[in-house]
């Protein structure tokens, strides 16, 4: 059975404060990690991850993918109150009846205080 | 361009009522999909189409689940008898032919079964 852990579920910081958020998965025929921000109700598309290690970057938020240790990692940087949201992670499936299917981690939940 | 939309935004039943959400895609999105987020966990595929066609459906309840998608644009999903379980926000994504693994989703429905 599929299985993605993000850690931590919960994290409050100060503006200013630079966070890690950690996904692991284990899924069957692996195509690529795909990062959203949730804030209030539908997720939104931050990055999609397919090579190792190239980090992938959007102004202060940048992810890396390792397809070895079959883990990723989401930085933010000089947070802001407007980080404030649920990353999720979601590996996709590649090929057969399974073909773009993401199967979420249960997120993290990021607080970001003034 | 126009995001996915959603209707209701809110519904409120009471258990073995029944109730159908409908969601319009992005123009053009060839590939639908449903998902079931309960409070305090990611997104749970229900059901993928590809034009009108189920590519997945491994995680419907179908005895009381349905869902369709009439020629290949607009979806509805049931559910009949709704179970107080049900109660969570359903959200539908739609994503490109080409662009698969991208998906980008609506604002949700918030179901509460009472």
């Known amino acids: 059975e599929d299985k993605v852990v993000q850690s931590p579920l919960s994290l409050v910081v100060h503006e200013g404060d630079t966070v890690t958020l950690n996904c692991s998965y284990e899924v069957t025929n692996f195509r690529s990690l795909l990062w959203y921000k949730q804030e209030k109700k539908a997720p939104t598309f931050l990055f999609m991850l397919?090579?190792?290690?190239i980090e992938k970057k959007s102004g202060r938020l940048s992810s890396i993918l390792d397809k070895k240790e079959l883990f990723s990692i989401l930085n933010i940087t000089a947070t802001q109150t407007g980080d404030s949201a649920i990353y999720l992670c979601a590996p996709s499936h590649a090929g057969g009846t399974s073909y773009g299917k993401l199967t979420f981690g249960q997120g993290t939940i990021l607080t970001v205080h003034p | 361009e126009a995001g996915v939309a959603q209707s209701p935004r809110y519904k409120i039943i009471e258990k073995r009522q029944s109730v159908a959400f409908w969601c319009n895609p992005i123009?053009?999105?060839?590939?639908l999909y449903w998902y079931q987020q309960i409070l305090g966990q990611g997104p749970k595929l229900l059901i993928q189409?590809?034009?009108?066609?189920?590519?997945?459906d491994s995680q419907l309840p179908k005895d009381r689940f349905s869902a369709e998608r009439l020629k290949g644009v607009d979806s509805t999903l049931k559910i009949q008898p709704a179970k107080l379980e049900d109660s969570a926000v359903y959200l539908c994504?739609?994503?490109?032919?080409?662009?698969?693994?991208?998906?980008?989703f609506g604002p949700g429905t918030r179901l509460t079964v009472t």
């Open positions: 123009s053009g999105h060839a590939t």
């Open positions: 994504a739609s994503s490109s032919q080409g662009n698969t693994y991208e998906q980008y």
């Open positions: 397919t090579s190792s290690g």
């Open positions: 189409f590809q034009n009108n066609g189920v590519v997945d």
